[in-house]
């Protein structure tokens, strides 16, 4: 199975680059992944909440195809612990699907069309992070539902 990440807008801060690559790194490892970061918009100042929901959910949907499952970051989503979050990975390994998409939507979250498609939404927090500040949580809870998976000694309980 392979993972792909789409991501809205590049991320400037130094700090969060870093450590994202540094567990993106580490994810080749146990799985294929791909990250794909669409552009952030430009002249947003001239459209409403919904209509820069719209285009980035135009932006989100091509990147998905038909045999995708497809799963928002979306702060009305599911809680996992981290190993209910491995057995989520791991529900999803077993299914046989190819490709699992998870995104991190814009500031505003996502259009009405992406809410549509997705198969299933999950939070990571009932506390609110800056869309730029997610890709860094999701991406060491990927890593860490895979040291779980692997009963490697990342995870402590």
Known sequence: MK?????????EDD?????????E???????????????????????????????????ILKQIQSSDKLILLDENGKEYDSVGFSGLLQQQMNS????LVF?????????????????AK????KMTFSHQMVRLFFIEQLYRAMTILKNEPYHHQ
Do not use: C, W
Not at 3 to 11: H, P, R
Not at 15 to 23: D, E, H, N, Q, T
């Open 15 to 23: 700090y969060l680059i870093k450590g994202f690559s540094a567990y």
């Open 103 to 119: 995104v991190v939507g814009g500031p505003y979250g996502f259009s009405e069309d992406v809410f549509k498609r997705a198969n």
């Open 96 to 99: 046989g699907i190819k490709n």
């Open 122 to 125: 999950i939070a990571l927090s």
């Open 25 to 59: 790194q580490r994810l080749k490892h146990y799985l294929s992944m791909e990250t794909v970061v669409i552009p952030a918009l430009k002249n947003t100042k001239a459209l409403s909440i919904e209509q820069q929901k719209q285009k980035e959910g135009e932006l």
């Open 3 to 11: 993972i792909t990440l789409i991501l809205n807008g590049k991320t």
